[in-house]
């Protein structure tokens, strides 16, 4: 459960009345049952439930996330964004930024934003990670290049002769791989990005779908920290 500053005070947890929901009707806990309660900044905490609060009884040592935090820039697709968030979440992104590129036929309302950031911290609670990752508001990809900072900078072009991303060794602390909507990008995308540093990477030699190929990237990452 992700619990944020607010409520907590010293070992005690106020529950909001949708924690409580969450806790006695859809996990279907009792008074005194234990859970993971996290504050999506890197800390979690073994919890014990009280009628209408919770105990926290010991910090957890144990560390879920990658040594390499991993930030995607997706060209938004125009379906099927939903169905990427949480599994780019279980196999342990940090940053995820939605990208208005060349080709984007989407323009994400602020509901959609809302409805991916509350997928993103589902689906780390329910994979018991420590930190929720942040999803962007969406970004031009000029913009994107110009801002995001990653020690190491990737971009998976479907075409072309680039080097399986599994044979890039992983740079410390972090890491930015960007990939395209269903039309790809176009090759001035790709020019601007080997501008700023990117480089290029291959998925394979089958084309992947704008909503396989993050999916396909973030294991091969996670894979390679983990392996
Ligand atoms: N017709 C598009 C093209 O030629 O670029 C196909 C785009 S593909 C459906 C969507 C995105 O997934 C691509 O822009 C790329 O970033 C990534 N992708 C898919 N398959 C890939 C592969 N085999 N290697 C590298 N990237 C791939």
Request: aromatic share 4%.
């Amino acid at each position: 459960l992700v619990i944020s500053a607010s409520q907590k005070q010293a070992s005690i947890v106020i529950l909001k009345p949708e924690q409580q929901h969450y806790l006695y009707r859809v996990l279907r806990l009792k008074s005194g049952d234990r859970f993971i309660a996290m504050d999506g900044q890197g800390n979690s905490w073994l919890a014990e439930l009280q009628p209408d609060h919770a105990a926290l009884i010991e910090p957890i040592i144990f560390q879920s996330e990658l040594p390499i935090a991993v930030t995607l820039m997706l060209a938004l697709p125009k379906t099927g964004f939903d169905d990427v968030i949480r599994p780019l979440t279980e196999l342990g992104v940090a940053c995820v930024v939605p990208i208005i590129s060349d080709r984007t036929l989407l323009n994400p309302s602020p509901n959609k934003l809302e409805r991916w950031r509350r997928i993103a911290q589902e689906a780390a609670e329910q994979s018991e990670r420590q930190c929720v990752p942040a999803i962007l508001d969406p970004l031009s990809f000029s913009t994107a290049l110009q801002t995001i900072d990653a020690k190491q900078r990737l971009i998976c072009a479907a075409r072309g002769a680039s080097p399986h991303l599994l044979t890039c060794r992983l740079v410390a602390p972090s890491v930015c791989v960007a990939i395209g909507c269903e039309g790809g990008w176009t090759d001035a995308e790709i020019d601007r990005a080997i501008a700023s540093q990117y480089q290029p990477v291959s998925l394979g030699r089958r084309i992947l779908r704008a909503v396989t190929a993050p999916i396909a990237a973030m294991a091969l990452l996670a894979g390679a920290q983990e392996s």
